[in-house]
């Protein structure tokens, strides 16, 4: 059974910084690519960014770039989200996702990702 695990999220003020991490159990992540969604509080999931394990090839959103990096760390078989310079608009669930089909174009449809972790929430103040 694969199992995503989100953690890290927290309450930082605009303009701090906040780490989120992924870790996998079940599975490992390399030959998938690792991508990064959020949720605010009645908007729609929307893409963050990805990873691929195996190139390390990145793809942000416009709103994140520059301001967000994802990485990976193999001997923990963990990725990270690193956000700094946050705003509030930045406030949302963030949930970690695998998707086995490799790196492409499509990175940011959520719809191929098969595994979603619980989410972790992040929450910017003014």
């Known amino acids: 059974q694969v199992q995503l695990v989100e953690s890290g999220g927290g ?10 991490s992924c870790t996998a159990s079940g599975r490992t992540f390399s030959s998938y690519v690792i991508g990064w969604f959020r949720q605010a509080p009645e908007k729609e999931r929307e893409f963050v960014a990805a990873i691929d394990w195996s190139s390390r090839s990145t793809a942000y959103a416009d709103s994140v770039k520059d301001r967000f990096t994802t990485s990976r760390d193999s001997a923990r078989n963990t990725v990270y989200l690193q956000m700094n310079s946050l705003k509030p608009e930045d406030t949302a669930v963030y949930f ?6 490799g790196w492409g174009p499509w990175v940011e449809d959520e719809d191929i990702y098969d595994y979603w972790g619980q989410g972790t929430q992040v929450t910017v103040s003014s």
């Open 11 to 20: 309450l930082r003020q605009a303009g701090g910084s906040l780490r989120v």
């Open 96 to 101: 970690c996702a695998t998707e086995p089909r």
